[in-house]
Every structure is written in C-alpha cells, then in structure tokens.
C-alpha cells in the first residue's frame, strides 16, 4: 500500500522560510514523476513545482527564486524549500507521484503566511 505524508505546515511571517517534507511508503520516491501541488480556498490546485521522472526541476513562475524541490532517496522522502514566503503563499501543500498511470497523493499540510 503506497502513503505520502506531508508535514512541515504552520504558520509563518511574511518573507520566513518553511521546509515540507514527503515521506513515502510502499513506492521507491524517485520511481515515477514527482511534485508538489498547493490549493488555496476558493481556488484550483495548482502545480508548484515538480521532478519529471528523468527530466530537470520545473517551478511555476510564482514561486521561481524562492521554492526549491529536492528528493533524499536514502530517506525516499521529498523536500519544498520555501523562502520569502508571501501573504499569496497561503494554501494546503500535497504532493503527488505518477507512476505506471497511477496517481498517489498525500493528505496536504497546511501553510499559512500572514502579512
């Protein structure tokens, strides 16, 4: 049976720092197509950043320069830097991996940035 557990959420100042982490259970983490997602009340989730199963780092333009995705295999967990948080920053974190046309996903922590 396959789990992703986020944590890492809370609640941050304005332009702080909050690392996520993703551990992964019953799946090798860099087997498939990873990522981080977030989703804001009232809005769609959104792809934050991700690590294509052997292709480069993308980011969304939003959090490029200040997000940073990473992967310990030893640990087979997933890592969100997250710097210079912002106000707009505020959603609940998932992540996510695709493989062999499944779609796992963790049960998202919350991050809330206040101003």
């Known amino acids: 049976q396959v789990q992703l557990v986020e944590s890492g959420g809370g609640l941050v100042q304005a332009g702080g720092s909050q690392r996520l982490s993703c551990v992964a259970s019953?799946?090798?983490?860099?087997?498939?197509?990873m990522g981080w997602y977030r989703q804001a009340p009232g809005k769609q989730r959104e792809l934050v950043a991700a690590?294509?199963?052997?292709?480069?780092?993308n980011y969304a333009d939003s959090v490029k320069g200040r997000f940073t995705i990473s992967v310990d295999n030893a640990k087979n967990t997933m890592y969100l830097q997250m710097n210079n948080l912002k106000p707009e920053d505020t959603a609940v974190y998932y992540c996510?991996?695709?493989?062999?046309?499944?779609?796992?996903w963790g049960q998202g922590t919350q991050v809330t940035v206040s101003s």
């Open positions: 690590v294509p199963r052997g292709g480069s780092t």
């Open positions: 019953g799946i090798i983490i860099g087997i498939g197509n």
């Open positions: 996510r991996i695709q493989y062999l046309f499944r779609d796992y």
